[in-house]
């Protein structure tokens, strides 16, 4: 007999909303179907109302984990455009905070992932040694996320030489105990049973479905915007691409945690490298022009198109996320586990669904409304709440 | 003995309330050894009093379309088992001669209640989730009550045969706990973990896993249902323990049982936080391969007197 056992729109699973209906006989799952659209809320038409200078503040906002990915994005598909070069220093801050929020979305995962597993002990011990990484943010940008440190041509802040020190001491920190997660999660043998050979995504699905970043490299596609097409400092720094081969939860789990240890590498070689200089050039024009960006997010490859028409606005702006590419996967990873198995395989990409949310009406394989009627309608609704809650 | 004294009894000492107490506070223990693990403050000691008395207050909702008898008698077996339990166990501590013949029987099924009521009214409620939970209760059930009963049976054995749970714990003050023997060890480790189960801890708690299947059978409940549920899970946590003392560690002889009993609460709560959900075909495995071959061993030892 089949039943359906939801998996959202609100779920102790999620922090967000979106709905997976699960299709299960007994405790096994047949067949998956995924709704999105639940948080959608038209950041690329925004992003066309506004100078290029507040579309950095704007796109931060996608989404509040990753929240330099998409600025960082941005910029360079602006500097793309204006064919504008960084100077150096700048390069090298973007990396740094850009491998920093790498560790700190991992960790935030990692915890996550205890948690789901109902381990809540390394959910709790995980987001501790996160914690020190939040005040390392708030020391150099003020800000413990959304760190608004990309500008177009450079960046908004500097790192001042005597935060060096706290920077290394977190990392020989972090480094330690990394070590000790690392350990804890391969040597645990309750966590391999509940991770190992879960949720498989074979190296031809992951082809398949175009899968993105960890997820990615635990199906054994050695992907990564970094090394294959670098960016800023990341040509000039030496680490390590890690890829597992056998697709599962462990695989994906093991692939977030050694990258911790890279980006640990990356920012120390940055750090010790970073030559003295100004931290932007001055951008006077955007010339008319297209241009594109892939980013290598801690969820996976982000893609940022900008086209200008020589004004201060962007003409389009197109925003792909790495978890609109990852989720989709899930349908082919959870088929044939249980129940239990699926909450953990569908928080095993790291989804995003702020990023992944997007909105078509249709009707007949056609769309309906276009973008001014759905723009028309949020406002009609806007004002209907407003009168309501005005009383 | 007269009707109130009865009445007293099970309801106020040492049924019902005294329990219910004693388990609210020994579920804050809970809460803060948990908390001071995971490096968090944890609540200040009156927060399950306060959690009880906001749920008594809060709106009772019955699902449409369930049936409520059923639905509202869940808590109310497993209430009126422990209380009934709670008196068992305190007057065979105090005065073990106060025994009849087959009496652990009687406190085995006793143990059993809280999980069929459970089961009972999860699948009342009506909810596909609530369904998945109970099917899970009912084999994590079947999974660890095979064990346990081998393990009391071996418990019998060495008592010299008698289904009288006061001659148990006469045969220990006599000669000793059973704790101190192989068997004994053994017969407490499988106590232990099925204690586990049926208190719904982790690594067993894949009935009521809140990530997969948000709390599974108690999902429908709220208001004084789900606060008899509440009560009815501290008053196992303060019984289990008691009677893993009563039947292995010599009973409540003296004031040491205070310090034993803390212990293995700490012991539980340890495992608790040091290990992740078991799947419920993994537990199954675990409780009918792992501890079921664990108690045999156990019994067949017992049957040779180590």
């Known amino acids: 007999m089949k039943r359906i056992v939801p998996i959202g729109p609100y779920h102790p699973l999620q922090e967000e909303p979106e709905f997976f209906k699960l299709i299960v006989e007994g405790e096994k799952v047949v067949d998956l179907e995924i709704n999105i659209g639940y948080n959608h809320r038209g950041h690329e038409f925004l992003a066309q109302k506004m100078t290029y200078d507040q579309v950095t503040f704007l796109v931060e906002r996608i989404c509040g984990i990753c929240s330099d990915s998409h600025p960082y994005a941005f910029v360079l598909a602006v500097e793309d455009v204006a064919h504008v070069e960084p100077p150096p220093r700048a390069q090298y801050i973007r990396t740094i905070i850009g491998e920093l929020e790498r560790i700190h979305s991992h960790y935030l995962w990692l915890g996550l992932a205890g948690h789901f597993i109902g381990y809540n002990t390394v959910w709790m011990w995980v987001w501790r040694y996160r914690e020190p990484l939040l005040d390392i943010f708030e020391l150099i940008m003020g800000n413990r996320n959304h760190y608004a440190i990309n500008k177009v041509g450079g960046a908004r802040r500097d790192i001042l030489p005597e935060h060096y020190g706290q920077i290394d001491k977190y990392l020989d920190l972090l480094e330690e105990k990394n070590t000790m997660f690392t350990k804890a999660v391969l040597d645990d043998p309750v966590i391999r049973a509940r991770l190992e050979n879960v949720g498989v995504l074979s190296k031809e699905d992951a082809i398949a479905y175009a899968v993105l970043g960890p997820t990615a490299r635990g199906s054994g596609c050695a992907i990564d915007v970094r090394k294959d097409d670098p960016y800023d400092a990341y040509d000039k720094v030496d680490w390590d691409e890690i890829v597992f081969d056998e697709g599962d939860v462990l695989a994906k789990a093991k692939v977030r945690l050694l990258e911790c240890f890279e980006s640990i590498k990356i920012v120390r070689q940055c750090l010790r490298d970073m030559p003295d200089g100004p931290i932007e050039t001055r951008v006077d024009e955007i010339t008319p022009g297209e241009g594109i960006c892939r980013h290598e997010a801690p969820r996976g490859e982000v893609f940022h198109y900008v086209r200008s028409d020589g004004s201060n606005m962007p003409a389009r702006h197109k925003i792909r996320a790495p978890s609109f590419m990852n989720i989709p996967s899930n349908v082919v990873a959870v088929k044939g586990y249980s129940i239990a198995d699926a909450a953990l395989v569908l928080a095993a990409v790291d989804p995003c669904y702020c990023c992944t949310d997007r909105t078509v009406v249709l009707e007949d394989g056609k769309k309906k409304l276009t973008g001014k009627d759905l723009l028309r309608l949020s406002w009609q609704k806007t004002e209907r709440l407003r009168r309501r809650y005005r009383r | ?306």
């Open chain 2, 1 to 306: 003995m007269s009707v109130v004294r009865v009445l007293f009894s099970y309801i106020v000492f040492p049924g019902l309330i005294f329990t219910a107490v004693v388990g609210l506070f020994l579920t804050w223990i809970d809460r803060k050894v948990t908390a001071r693990i995971h490096w968090r403050v944890g609540p200040p000691w009156y927060q399950p009093y306060a959690d009880f008395l906001k749920l008594l207050l809060k709106e009772t909702i019955i699902p449409e379309g369930s049936s409520k008898v059923l639905f509202l008698l869940g808590p109310i077996m497993g209430l009126v088992a422990m209380s009934i339990l709670a008196v068992m166990l305190f007057s065979m501590n105090i005065n073990p001669h106060n025994t009849f013949v087959g009496d652990l029987i009687v406190i085995i099924y006793l143990l059993a209640i809280p999980p069929l009521g459970l089961m009972l009214g999860g699948s009342a409620s009506k909810n596909p989730l609530a369904s998945v939970g109970v099917s899970r209760e009912m084999t994590q059930y079947f999974a660890y009550e095979l064990p346990f009963l081998i393990v009391i049976a071996g418990i019998i054995l060495k008592s010299g045969g008698s289904v009288k749970f006061g001659e148990i714990i006469l045969a220990q003050r006599a000669s000793g706990p059973f704790l101190y023997s192989i068997s004994g060890v053994i017969a407490a480790v499988v106590i232990l973990l099925s204690a586990q189960a049926k208190l719904g801890f982790v690594p067993f708690d894949s009935p009521e896993a809140e990530q997969e299947i948000m709390a599974g059978p108690y999902i429908e409940y709220s208001g004084v249902p789900l606060a008899m549920y509440k009560v009815v899970r501290a008053m196992m946590l303060f019984l289990l323990p008691l009677f893993l003392i009563s039947v292995l560690w010599g009973g409540f002889a003296n004031w040491w049982a205070i310090l034993k009993f803390l212990l293995i609460i700490v012991l539980m709560i340890l495992i608790k936080n040091t290990n992740p959900r078991l799947r419920i075909d993994q537990s199954l495995r675990f409780f009918w391969l792992g501890i079921g071959g664990l108690s045999i061993i156990g019994l067949v030892l017992a049957v040779y007197g180590l």
